[in-house]
């Protein structure tokens, strides 16, 4: 039998990824600033750093970056079925509002202020993910070297057809190889 602690904890963390996958629109992106408030500021399950260290790993394995990170801040919690919680908190709403809108799609999409407001909601996507490229700029570009593997990153995700998983394993092992190199000198 489960705690009944332990149950109160489970609920609080499907809750918590649930109202996350709730009131996020557009993805994995836009919900970044919400794990920050959720899971860092209110929470405090995680630090900003962890925050971005599960991202980037979300980000770099297959499936959805929002379950992925989900899963990732769940097991921090409370193992592997914190990680099952957290993930289906955030799915469900999503499960829950496409199965809706997949049913009344057609009849809708042709009328105007339908249309309007999806456009609203895109610009308010935007602006989220643009809130949160600045924390990650904020958090992550420490010095010239961090910088250049950002220009790097970004050349090699517009101009080529490099996979980004490859692009972010070679960024880390250059960042590996660049700690190595820093301690040896300084041995």
Known sequence: ?????????????????????????????????MLEKEA??????????????????????????????AALIGYQIKGATGAIIAALGVITPSYIIITIIAACLSEFMDIDWVQHGMSGVQACVAALILTSIIKLWKNSIADRFTLVIFVLSVLAVVISDISPAFIVIVMALSGIIREKIGRGKKE
């Open 40 to 69: 860092v500021e209110k929470r405090q399950w995680i630090n900003n750093e962890e925050l971005l260290d599960y991202y980037a790993i979300a980000q770099c394995t297959p499936g959805i970056i929002a379950s992925n990170t």
């Open 1 to 33: 039998m489960i705690k009944r602690c332990a149950v109160k904890k489970y609920t609080e963390i499907f809750s918590s990824f649930f109202k996350i996958g709730a009131l996020t629109f557009g993805g994995g992106y836009a919900m970044l600033p």
